[in-house]
């Protein structure tokens, strides 16, 4: 079956960091980007960053450009999300998602600029 | 960057038709036809129901349908009904960050 599958629920302190995984089941790992995006409690969604799965290439936005890393690896296909000096309004849903972004195959060019598959989210408490 | 804007809530009557703006710039909802929308339910993950502006996955309703002018993309739900009340974010690509997501619309079936 195609899914994400995240990693459980977490409780740090503040200035602590935290490392979220997301593994994928079904597709071929290196096929998709994997994005990752927030949501605070009774917030909306906030896009974070995205790598490669093949390259291991990163971008970021700007404001979590200094605090989160984002690696992989391919040999279990998994994707990991970890945040450094935790404050207490990091406090938020943690979602992996998928994207294509542009490729090219034998029909030419192709750009998918969306996300058409979600883990469920990993919430993450930062709590004192 | 900042999100795009939505309205915060939208309602109607059951089989109404309702639709959400999606204000951007000419960086973002302006510039591409990478405009998606995704509805999410309280406690669950957000779920793609419009991509390219107008092109729905399957499996997704036809009473939902997407287009854009200018900055501004909109979703439009028709024959509104009961399990359409959740909430409504769009998304543009971008040419930096590589995502922007819209501050989200609570869509109640009145």
């Known amino acids: 079956q195609v899914q994400l599958v995240q990693s459980g629920a977490e409780v740090k302190k503040p200035g602590a960091s935290v490392k979220v995984s997301c593994r994928a089941f079904?597709?071929?790992?290196?096929?998709?980007?994997i994005n990752w995006v927030r949501q605070a409690p009774g917030q909306g969604l906030e896009w974070m960053g995205r790598i490669n799965p093949n390259t291991g290439g990163t971008n970021f936005a700007q404001k979590f450009q200094a605090r989160v890393t984002l690696t992989r690896d391919a040999s279990v296909s998994t994707s990991y999300m970890e945040m450094s000096r935790l404050r207490s309004d990091d406090t938020a849903v943690y979602y992996c998602?998928?994207?294509?972004?542009?490729?090219?195959?034998?029909?030419?060019?192709?750009?998918?600029?969306?996300?058409?598959?979600w883990g469920r989210g990993s919430l993450v408490t930062v709590f004192s | 960057q900042s999100a795009l804007t939505q309205p915060a809530s939208v309602s109607g009557s059951p089989g109404q038709s309702i639709t959400i703006s999606c204000t951007g710039t000419s960086s973002d909802v302006g510039a591409y036809k990478y405009v998606s929308w995704y509805q999410q339910h309280p406690g669950k993950a957000p779920k793609l129901i419009i991509y390219d502006v107008t092109k729905r996955p399957s499996g997704v309703s036809d009473r939902f349908s997407g287009s854009k002018s200018a900055n501004t993309a909109s979703l439009t739900i028709s024959g509104l009904q009961a399990e359409d009340e959740a909430d409504y974010y769009c998304?543009?690509?971008?040419?930096?960050?590589?995502?922007?997501f819209g501050t989200g619309t609570r869509v109640t079936v009145l």
């Open positions: 998304t543009s690509y971008s040419s930096s960050p590589t995502y922007v």
């Open positions: 079904g597709y071929t790992f290196t096929d998709y980007y």
């Open positions: 998602a998928r994207d294509r972004g542009y490729f090219y195959d034998s029909r030419g060019y192709h750009a998918r600029w969306y996300f058409d598959l």
